[in-house]
Nanobody, 123 residues
Framework: QVQLVESGGGLVQEGGSLRLSCAASGRTFSTSAMGWFRQAPGKERMFVATINWSGDTTNYADVLKGRFTMSRDNAKNMVYLQMRNLKLEDTAVYYC????????????????WGQGTQVTVSS
């Protein structure tokens, strides 16, 4: 069983930056990729970013490229999402997921999820 806990969310002004963290514990050896997804009020959960466990492959939602950066620290069993130039539409609950796939943008490929952390962008 893999347990994931997100942190780092909060209130930030439009144009600001925020770094989210995801701490993994348990059978992390079974996970080949990590992902970030977000869900805004009244909307479906959508893909944000993914990284393979080796750290040599990343993928981002097209609309977010250039603003968000995903990284990992395997020694700490941590993954991060650095968010820059935040926009009002980035307001959402952000979820960390773990997948057995090399990497994936699909919700159905993720076997484990954290509880989510709220990011609110204000003007």
């Amino acid at each position: 069983q893999v347990q994931l806990v997100e942190s780092g969310g909060g209130l930030v002004q439009e144009g600001g930056s925020l770094r989210l963290s995801c701490a993994a514990s348990g059978r992390t050896f079974s996970t080949s990729a990590m992902g970030w997804f977000r869900q805004a009020p009244g909307k479906e959960r959508m893909f944000v970013a993914t990284i393979n466990w080796s750290g040599d492959t990343t993928n981002y939602a097209d609309v977010l490229k250039g603003r968000f950066t995903m990284s990992r620290d395997n020694a700490k069993n941590m993954v991060y999402l650095q968010m820059r130039n935040l926009k009002l539409e980035d307001t959402a609950v952000y979820y960390c997921g773990a997948s057995s796939r090399f990497w994936s943008t699909s919700i159905g490929d993720y076997e484990y999820w954290g509880q989510g952390t709220q990011v609110t962008v204000s003007s």
